[in-house]
């Protein structure tokens, strides 16, 4: 499984932004997906997971209301629509893929690398 995650860049606090990450790899549709990010300094976290139809959906508390996780099956990616950015949300963000959802959300087994995501206040 090889992930590649893209969209990153540099906003100004409130600005939105869309990652992208796309999945190499047969029947995507069975693969839960992720996203994760680390802040310089900090261990990485936990921001959103879906599973493969996209019946389940988790966000961490911090994103709620401002973050939105998407996929299209048919295209292979898993999308991460971010609002009201804040200049805490600066960070690296990775995709992760697994097969089970409990494994995905915790941390999941294939990543991608990471794209950087830097919010000016």
């Known amino acids: 499984v090889q992930l590649q995650a893209f969209g990153g860049g540099l906003v100004q606090a409130g600005d939105s932004l869309r990652l992208s990450c796309n999945a190499s790899?047969?029947?995507?549709?069975?693969?839960?997906m992720g996203w994760f990010r680390q802040a310089p300094g900090k261990e990485r976290e936990f921001v959103a997971a879906i599973s493969g139809g996209s019946r389940n959906i988790h966000y961490a508390d911090s994103v709620i209301g401002r973050f939105t996780i998407s996929r299209d099956n048919a295209r292979n990616t898993v999308y991460l629509q971010m609002s009201d950015l804040k200049p805490e949300d600066t960070a690296v963000y990775y995709c992760?893929?697994?097969?089970?959802?409990?494994?995905?959300?915790?941390?999941?087994?294939?990543w991608g690398q990471g794209t950087l995501v830097t919010v000016s206040s």
């Open positions: 992760a893929a697994d097969k089970s959802y409990l494994r995905v959300v915790n941390g999941g087994t294939y």
């Open positions: 790899v047969r029947l995507f549709s069975t693969y839960q």
